[in-house]
């Protein structure tokens, strides 16, 4: 559902009491309140999504890395609202945190995606076109496409080569280490700014 961020301290239940639904805003009220200083946007995404494309004043903490002391003394007793690419992280970083905060939390509605739709203003890494997932998958996929092809016209043992990228990609799911990821992060274009972790 989406509400008034003036209803959202009234929105979190008793710890006694089923959980709410959770509370989302509208990204032209977050603007407003976000350019009033009332409240912490916290973008829940991950660091390299946060690099690529972020909207001026979002604090950067990855969905994985969320501390709820460090969020409560950011916060100074304003509204934590987070956001993300389309919602879905928002809206369980609220369910994670939604109660451990002594202050009002709430999600953005459609995340940057809703925000860039609105017409406003985000900041853009110039020097990246693509966040690391997006050109891990391309360069994986065009390999893989590749390796295909030189098995059907050359050799079949270049079929190696395809499940050489595919144990790669087991190998990072499983690990969280991806060396593909590490080679291209080191490539000129990719060698930009770093996440924020502190409210401006």
């Known amino acids: 559902m989406s509400t008034s961020i003036q209803d959202v301290s009234h929105a979190t239940p008793p710890a006694h009491e089923a959980p709410a639904s959770p509370?989302?805003?509208?990204?032209?009220?977050?603007?407003v309140m976000l350019k009033a200083d009332a409240i912490l946007l916290i973008d829940v995404r991950s660091s390299?999504?946060?690099r690529h494309e972020r909207i001026p004043g979002?604090?950067?903490m990855p969905l994985d890395w969320l501390d709820p002391e460090a969020i409560e003394r950011m916060a100074?007793?304003?509204t934590i609202v987070f956001h993300c690419r389309t919602g879905r992280r928002s809206d369980e970083a609220m369910g994670r945190l939604g109660r451990e905060l002594p202050v009002p939390v709430a999600g953005m509605r459609g995340g940057i995606t809703a925000w860039k739709a609105e017409g406003l203003s985000v900041d853009r890494d110039p020097g990246r076109s693509l966040p690391m997932m997006r050109q891990v998958q391309i360069a994986a996929g065009a390999m893989i496409v590749a390796f295909t092809i030189l098995a059907a016209l050359i050799d079949p043992w270049f079929l190696l080569g395809t499940a050489f990228?595919?144990?790669?990609l087991c190998f990072a799911g499983i690990t969280g280490t991806c060396g593909l990821a590490v080679v291209l992060g080191v490539m000129p274009w990719n060698r930009r700014t770093t996440c924020s972790t502190t409210a401006t």
């Open 48 to 50: 390299d999504e946060h």
């Open 58 to 60: 979002a604090v950067c």
């Open 76 to 78: 100074a007793g304003r």
């Open 23 to 31: 509370v989302t805003i509208e990204p032209t009220e977050v603007d």
């Open 165 to 168: 990228v595919g144990g790669g």
